[in-house]
Every structure is written in structure tokens, then in C-alpha cells.
């Protein structure tokens, strides 16, 4: 049973528009959630990250939405650029740190020039 | 030089062979992880390791086991590998610092193993 769930495996946008990338969990402990991105040949790289006390988290061109009730998070980029072609996963946890991160089967951006 | 550092960083074994993937970090980090990515499956938990004396079975630990030697290091078997077991293995840490930790895992640059 998937507890994070990405249902897009890929997203191809044009440079300079919007990309939003979705997640949906389904465990209500989960508390803490976070972005990873991946360039082939690389180990993911944290993103950004958004606690449930919060709504939304801003971090230059990243921002991450967050809403509990539908148990759903996205991840928007804008503007899109060509460098931000990459997988990137999902994944959840608690607050508190003593569950590892639970991570979603990720989606592919190509961002087009 | 990488914080965490995984050897091989390419592997081709055969079934049956035994096969080790060793992972060190100079982050100072207590907690590592082992993680397996497959195409389309994400990256899936095979086992952890909050400090030395601490060793927990992920999602999907069945063939696998581990050692964690020091707070630096945190290696992977595969005692007798399977053609399934073909993947990108990543090896990761994270702090655990104030009571809590901050939820970010820096990785390794992975490990592929290919069983034929």
C-alpha cells in the first residue's frame, strides 16, 4: 500500500511557464514533507520542505502547497527553466524525525526551451 | 570530496555471488540509510540506522542485511544476489540534532549493481 503517492510519472513544460508537480499521502501521522530533486548519475538533492503547521512554503522560484484535509501537497516552479529538468520525489515524515522518509515514485519535469 | 561516499560505484555480479555496497560519511551524521531505486518504483527503505548500536529493517529488506561498523560507516549485503535485485542503490544520512531531526537526507551519488 503506496502512503505517498505521485500519479504523474512525467510533466513536460515550456520554459519560463508554470510546473506543478502533485503528491498525495494517505498516513495521518505523516506531519513533515519534503522535495527531492534528481539529475541522472546524481543522489536526490533536498528541494524544500513544509511542516503541517503550515500552509505554504516559498523559497525563491519553489514554492510548496500544502493541504491536510485532502491529504495532498504540490510542488510549483516558477518560472520553469531548462535546469530544473530533473525527477523529483515526494516523500514523507514525522515532525519529530524518528520515521525515515517515506518517498513517492517521483515524477520527470522536462522543461522545453 | 563527497559527504557520503559509496563503493563501487558500478557492479556487475552473478546470481548467487555475495556482494557488499560500503558507504562512509564525513557529515558526523548518526543516522544513515540505506534506499533502492528502481524505474517507476521511486526509491524504496531497505534498512536504518539511528546510531551504532541501532539497526532497523525498512520496506523491503528481504535479501539484505547490514553492518553499521562505525558512526561513519554503514555497509550493505547482498548474501547471495538475484537478478531482481538489479538496481541503483543510494546510501544516505541525517541529523539529529535539539530532540528532532530536520527530515533532510543527503545522499550518496549511488551505487549500481547489476545481477546477471
Known amino acids: 500500500d503506496q502512503q505517498v503517492k505521485q500519479n504523474s510519472p512525467s510533466l513536460s513544460v515550456q520554459e519560463g511557464r508554470i510546473s506543478i508537480l502533485n503528491c498525495d499521502y494517505t498516513?495521518?501521522?505523516?506531519?513533515?514533507f519534503l522535495w527531492y530533486k534528481k539529475y541522472p548519475a546524481e543522489g536526490p538533492t533536498f528541494l524544500i520542505s513544509i511542516s503541517s503547521i503550515k500552509d505554504k512554503n516559498e523559497d525563491g522560484r519553489f514554492t510548496v502547497f500544502l493541504n491536510k484535509s485532502a491529504k495532498h501537497l504540490s510542488l510549483h516552479i516558477v518560472p520553469s527553466q531548462p535546469g530544473d529538468s530533473a525527477v523529483y520525489f515526494c516523500?514523507?515524515?514525522?515532525?519529530?524525525?524518528?520515521?525515515?522518509?517515506?518517498f513517492g515514485k517521483g515524477t520527470r519535469l522536462s522543461v522545453i526551451a | 570530496d563527497a559527504d557520503v561516499t559509496q563503493t563501487p560505484r558500478n557492479r556487475i555480479t552473478k546470481t548467487g555471488k555475495r556482494i557488499m555496497l560500503e558507504c562512509s560519511q564525513t557529515k558526523g551524521h548518526d543516522r544513515m540509510y540505506w534506499y533502492r531505486q528502481d524505474p517507476g518504483l521511486g526509491l524504496r527503505l531497505i534498512y536504518y540506522s539511528f546510531d551504532v548500536k541501532d539497526i532497523n529493517k525498512g520496506e523491503i529488506s528481504d535479501g539484505y542485511s547490514v553492518s553499521r561498523q562505525a558512526q561513519a560507516k554503514f555497509s550493505l549485503s547482498l548474501e547471495s544476489a538475484i537478478p531482481n535485485q538489479t538496481a541503483l542503490y543510494f546510501c544516505?544520512?541525517?541529523?539529529?540534532?535539539?530532540?528532532?531531526?530536520?527530515?533532510?537526507?543527503?545522499f550518496g551519488e549511488g551505487s549500481r549493481l547489476t545481477v546477471l
Open positions: 498516513n495521518s501521522m505523516f506531519d513533515y
Open positions: 544516505a544520512t541525517s541529523d539529529y540534532t535539539g530532540g528532532r531531526s530536520t527530515g533532510e537526507l543527503f
Open positions: 516523500a514523507a515524515t514525522t515532525y519529530s524525525g524518528n520515521t525515515p522518509l517515506v
